[in-house]
């Protein structure tokens, strides 16, 4: 599954000893499509574990905290999470401004 194959590619680069003290700027795209999807396919298919509702905001949390879960140096590191959707510009614009400041910092 894509979204394992993910998981394991983001634990590999935010636990990585190169990014000890690094804060990480985690996008997760299309969430358009993830709101239309949710609806109809349950979680469960991806996360067996999941309880919550087949609803955009309780899925969409659950799997940002499966992803912040695997920073194992929470104490050094800082994970800023962004749900987007390339095709909407006031999201896109919005992002920008987030990542701009954290860059800036």
């Not at 795209?29 to 949710?38: A, P, R, S, V």
């Not at 991806?46 to 309780?58: I, M, Q, R, V």
């Not at 800023?80 to 006031?90: G, L, M, P």
């Amino acid at each position: 599954n894509r979204m394992h194959e993910s998981m394991k590619l983001f634990d590999s680069i935010c636990n990585n000893k190169w990014f000890t003290d690094t804060s990480i700027i985690l996008f997760l795209n299309k969430k358009d499509l993830f709101e239309e999807k949710i609806v109809h396919s349950s979680l469960t298919i991806c996360f067996p574990e999941y309880t919550g509702a087949n609803k955009y905001d309780e899925a969409a949390s659950y799997i940002q905290s499966k992803f912040e879960d695997l920073n194992k140096r929470k104490d050094t590191k800082e994970i800023y999470t962004h749900f987007t959707c390339a095709t909407d510009t006031k999201n896109v614009q919005f992002v920008f401004d987030a990542v701009t400041d954290v860059i800036i910092k």
